[in-house]
């Protein structure tokens, strides 16, 4: 493949808006065409030198592609995707993966049938202070993994919740469609969890979907964690927050993820490592001193866009694969289910139709069925 990766783009919101600037400057790559079928979209298209289509399956049949990116809301990312894949195009989908496993299969069948790959836009993964975070807690730097715990706060402006799909299921609610990072980075820096037990409501809000949750974690190491989560309360906690990764949202530069281990902790993402001194495990007697690890500038997106284009172009596979994206899926939609069922569930790789018994979402079981 010679010359920049030219790739489709489906879907012009918010994160699909972002993708069209960082594309703009990327010698690797170009977004060719757009489509969203709201017409509006089209000047956003016009403005970044792209062509704009109201029909996806209009782009797809005009356009020379390598590759595709989803940003489409979440119930239609297996529907385009599918179509994409069916195209022999690689595709980045935006988290989450789709908004069922049922769904999630789907794509990811139809993707190893024509055999192309699918990279999930959990973008949080491409943060320095994410590799080097993990890097510590692997090493050993903290001891042993404890527990850890998660606060993230922010008070979205109501019209955020307009659109149609952000307030019902499957695919709102703040859980899959924010929380689901916090979940990904939890699974990705402390592995798979086994267990989750959740509270939650939109008692604030009034929707279908919840807008506060509060979730316990029992990972596979023995590790447990919490998250406490709202869209619906501003605080100064919360990634965004901390890192300034958006520029929609004024930054305040505070931790909202702390891990706790037998020798030490360490704050995100502030990357602020705690210890006893010299340097070896002390108890409540002894003073305990912090240092701030280093990391290179952020550029997330950026990094997972030039990532995404050596995946077109066949150079590596993606940091984040689609049976990747499920499992964190899974785990996020097993929060709902523990909130609606009343009930802690044990997650199980349930994650195709024929596990779960047939064409209905696979569930989780609680742990006394």
């Known amino acids: 493949m010679s010359g920049p990766v030219r790739l489709a783009l489906f879907g012009v919101g918010g994160i699909g808006t972002r993708h069209l600037e960082l594309a703009e400057l990327e ?55 599918i179509a994409c894949a069916e195209r022999g195009l690689p ?13 999630g299969r789907a794509l990811l069948d139809a ?27 692997r090493s050993g730097r903290i001891g042993r993994l404890a527990a850890v715990e998660c606060l993230w706060a922010l008070r979205k402006h109501d019209a955020y919740y307009d659109a149609d799909w952000r307030r019902a299921r499957p695919g709102g609610g703040t859980v899959l469609i924010n929380l689901i990072h916090e979940v990904d980075l939890l699974r990705h820096m402390c592995g798979d969890v086994a267990r989750v037990y959740a509270e939650g409501g939109s008692h604030l809000r009034g929707l279908e979907v919840e807008d506060t949750v509060a979730v316990t974690l029992r990972f596979a190491n023995g590790a447990v964690g919490t998250i406490v989560a709202s869209d619906a309360a501003p605080s100064p906690w919360g990634w965004e927050l901390g890192t300034g990764e ?46 701030t690890l280093t990391a290179a500038p952020r550029a997330a997106l950026k990094d997972q866009l030039r ?41 199980e790789d349930r994650s195709s139709p024929t596990a779960a018994g047939g064409p209905q979402p696979p569930r989780g079981r609680r742990p006394d069925s």
């Open 307 to 347: 990532h995404f284009c050596g995946v077109v172009r066949g150079e590596h596979l993606p940091r984040v694969s689609g049976e990747d994206g499920l499992r964190t899926l899974r785990t996020t939609l097993a929060i709902i289910e523990a909130i609606e069922r009343g009930a802690p569930i044990v997650l």
């Open 91 to 103: 595709v980045l989908v935006e988290k989450p993966i789709t908004d069922t496993l049922v769904s």
């Open 27 to 81: 010698p690797e790559c170009e977004i060719v065409a757009v489509a969203d079928p709201l017409e509006a979209a089209g000047a956003a298209a016009e403005r970044h030198r792209a062509r704009f289509y109201r029909d996806y399956r209009e782009l797809l049949a005009r356009e020379r592609l390598d590759g595709a990116i989803v940003a489409t809301p979440n119930d239609r990312h297996a529907e385009v995707g």
């Open 246 to 291: 958006n520029p929609l949202i004024p930054p305040t530069g505070r931790n909202c993820l702390r891990f706790v281990g037998t020798e030490g902790a360490l704050a995100l993402p502030r990357l602020e490592l705690w210890r006893h001194d010299d340097d070896v495990p002390g108890s409540w007697h002894e003073e305990i001193r912090s240092r």
């Open 111 to 137: 993707a190893a049938d024509h055999g192309v790959p699918v990279a999930v836009g959990h973008h949080r993964r491409f943060d320095p202070v994410v590799g080097i975070a993990c890097h510590a807690i």
